[in-house]
Each structure stands twice: as structure tokens, then as C-alpha cells.
């Protein structure tokens, strides 16, 4: 399974953007997928995750409210909308692919595949 983010970008406090993680090699229906951040100097961050059918999301926290996890099984993609968007969100952002469609957690031990990753700055 390879997985391909891309959408990240340098935008302003308060903008938004869309990223998105093609996945190849597996049906991503059999798949839960989710997104992880890291951040300069600091460890890598759940930030959401979603079931195989899109019919189940988790986010974390902190972008509760501001951020989406959605996703097209018929585009074996998913989605991060981004809104309200903050400097404190620079990071690079990273898909993540396991083969449990109907488990929903948010611990990266549980994840299978892992997309290369995509720089999202938000200058203040």
C-alpha cells in the first residue's frame, strides 16, 4: 500500500486548506485512515481518523470543530479540510493507512502505512 498526501502549502492565520492522501495497492474501503502532524522539535500528533465506510470520525482536540476527516472510497482518498487555520498548525502533516476498517482509535502504533508527508505553514 503506498499513500500519497499532498495539499499542504504556506497560508495566513485564519485561512483554510484542503489536504488529501491518495491510497494505491488496496481497495481504501478495507482500510481506516487517518492524519498525524509533527511539528518542529516536537513528536508526531494524532490529529483525526476515520472507518473504512466514512462513517465514523475521531479528531483530536485541539482541532476539534476546525478540521474535517472525510473521505471517497470510489477515489480511494481522504480528506483533511482545514478552516480556521492557526500558526500553532505548522507541521508537517502525514497520512496513515491500517487494515482495521471499523476500528477507530488515534494511537500511531495501530497504523500500518504511512504516506510521506506534507508541509502545511501558517504564518501569523
Known amino acids: 500500500v503506498q499513500l500519497q498526501a499532498s495539499g499542504g502549502g504556506l497560508v495566513q492565520d485564519g485561512a483554510s486548506l484542503r489536504l488529501s492522501c491518495v491510497a494505491s495497492?488496496?481497495?481504501?474501503?478495507?482500510?481506516?485512515m487517518g492524519w498525524f502532524r509533527q511539528a518542529p522539535g516536537k513528536e508526531r500528533e494524532f490529529v483525526a481518523h476515520?472507518?473504512?465506510?466514512?462513517?465514523?470520525?475521531i479528531e483530536a482536540e485541539v482541532v476539534k470543530g476546525r478540521f474535517t476527516i472525510s473521505r471517497d472510497n470510489g477515489k480511494n482518498t481522504v480528506y483533511l479540510q482545514m478552516t480556521g487555520l492557526k500558526p500553532e498548525d505548522t507541521a508537517v502533516y502525514y497520512c496513515?493507512?491500517?487494515?482495521?476498517?471499523?476500528?477507530?482509535?488515534?494511537?500511531?502504533?495501530?497504523?500500518?502505512?504511512w504516506g510521506q508527508g506534507t508541509l502545511v505553514t501558517v504564518s501569523s
Open positions: 496513515a493507512a491500517n487494515d482495521r476498517p471499523y476500528w477507530i482509535g488515534s494511537s500511531p502504533g495501530h497504523y500500518d502505512y
Open positions: 495497492g488496496r481497495t481504501s474501503g478495507y482500510m481506516g
Open positions: 476515520i472507518d473504512g465506510r466514512g462513517g465514523a470520525t
